[in-house]
């Protein structure tokens, strides 16, 4: 395996281990396995992937979850996501 396939599988292994910290309570252990993941795709110049972008914040790391620690709201052809830290993220949609 190359070093790019080694690093993604790493993200994805990491957004899953923050996904289960974030239902188990555990927002700390969701944040640094959130930074950790961003680091890893920093230095092997990857983009993360959109289910990775989607479910976290920019501001504060936090892995969000609809209904827990996220709001979102559907406006005119777009998905507003507001996390406890008052930081939004818009997406749009079809």
Sequence with gaps: MDTEAIARE???RLREFAREAT???DAER???YVR???RI???NRLALPREFTRFTCDRCDAYLRPGANARVRLGDGH???TCDCGAQARY???
Excluded: L, S
């Design 41 to 43: 795709a920093e230095r």
């Design 79 to 81: 998905v507003v996501v």
């Design 30 to 32: 969701a944040r640094r």
């Design 10 to 12: 790493r993200i994805d």
């Design 23 to 25: 239902v188990d309570g």
């Design 92 to 94: 749009p949609y079809d």
């Design 36 to 38: 950790r993941a961003r």
